[in-house]
């Protein structure tokens, strides 16, 4: 089943083309990340998914419900992370999650809730004494609460400490495990790479690139790089015959060939008796992928 559609979908804040045109489908139980740079569209995507947002055109389903019309048996089912939350700062931790888990019809145990986001021991702290970090994990502790069928999380992990992160990504994982349906949307390459099943990437409002984080632009058919250093002394085999590049002592070589390159490399450095310092084979990361794609679109920016 799907569990959102989007048929060219429109959006423009007076003069600013925000959302030009973006067609995009979800399986229900699919983890889907939607990536693009700083004011690609994003946020304003997700948010008129969520039905916070109007639309100006286009169609939009969002589990069999058009999100505009604010049934609430679309928003029993839905979980929230916003990219900037609205939590009332004087109440605790339990509190809030009392108030969320009190929007649904089968709300997950709050104990449950706060463990799996490990903010246990701050149940009784008011909001205002957590931490930036602690703040955003109670966001999705909120979007938690409802035990919901979709879940949409805006960055859900932004200032989160690398422990944190890895665990919220455990967290993540299992609710696909589940058979939840997750909409994400980050900065983070590497939370990608660990949670996508599939990437749409927008630049300026629009769709530029599609597929799953090793497959995508053709990532996985991308020349490999192999890097070591220059052994002293010694003279590269002229058979390797590949575009080498020496940067301060560190040979690269780029091969669509790596298993024949590093059989010639390896074969000439043991009968030479070198040692081939720091060897590496690599293929270009996902964030290069991204970098290559959305370094040309007019109109996206690139920093905040
Ligand atoms: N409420 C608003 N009023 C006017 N313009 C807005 C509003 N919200 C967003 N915009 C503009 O729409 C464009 C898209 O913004 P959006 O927040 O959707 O981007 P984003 O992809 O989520 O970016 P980020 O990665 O920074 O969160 C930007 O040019 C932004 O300035
Ligand atoms: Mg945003």
């Known amino acids: 089943m799907v569990a959102v559609e989007v048929v060219d979908l429109r959006k423009s804040y007076g003069a600013v083309e ?20 700083n004011g690609a569209g994003k946020t304003t995507t997700v948010e008129i998914l969520e039905g916070f947002r109007r639309r100006d055109s286009g169609d939009v389903s969002v589990l069999g419900f058009d999100p505009a019309h604010g049934d609430r048996k679309l928003k029993e089912q839905l ?23 009190g929007y649904y019809p089968k709300p997950r145990p709050r104990d449950e ?4 986001v490990g903010l246990t021991e701050k149940a009784d702290s008011r909001v205002t004494k957590l931490s930036g970090g602690q703040q955003r994990r109670l966001d999705v502790a909120i979007a938690l609460a409802g035990d919901p069928r979709l879940l949409f999380l805006d960055e859900p992990t932004t200032g989160f400490d690398p422990s944190a992160r890895r665990n919220a990504w455990e967290v993540i994982k ?6 939840k349906t997750i909409f994400l949307t980050s900065h983070s390459m590497d939370e990608v790479q660990y949670l996508a099943d599939r990437v749409v990437i927008i630049a300026a409002g629009k769709v530029v690139a599609e597929g799953t984080p090793d497959t995508l ?5 991308a020349a ?7 052994p002293e002394n010694a003279v590269l085999p002229g058979g390797l015959g590949l575009v080498a590049r020496i940067d301060d002592g560190i040979v690269r070589l780029e091969t669509g060939d790596p298993t024949r390159t590093l059989y010639e490399l390896t074969s000439w450095a043991v009968q030479s008796d070198i040692e081939l310092g720091g060897l590496e ?6 964030e290069d992928v991204y970098l290559e794609i959305t370094k040309n679109v007019a109109g996206s920016e690139t920093k905040e």
């Open 224 to 230: 490999a790089i192999v890097r070591f250093q220059m």
């Open 281 to 286: 084979v690599t293929r270009p990361s996902l």
């Open 174 to 179: 299992g609710l696909a495990g589940l058979g």
């Open 79 to 101: 979980g929230i992370v916003l990219q900037t939350s609205g939590v009332d700062p004087y109440l605790t931790v339990a509190e809030t999650v009392d108030m969320f888990r």
């Open 18 to 37: 925000a959302v030009r045109g973006i067609s995009l489908s979800v399986a229900e139980g699919e983890v889907f990340a939607l990536l693009g740079p």
């Open 217 to 221: 632009a053709g990532r996985e058919k």
């Open 113 to 116: 809730v706060l463990e799996l």
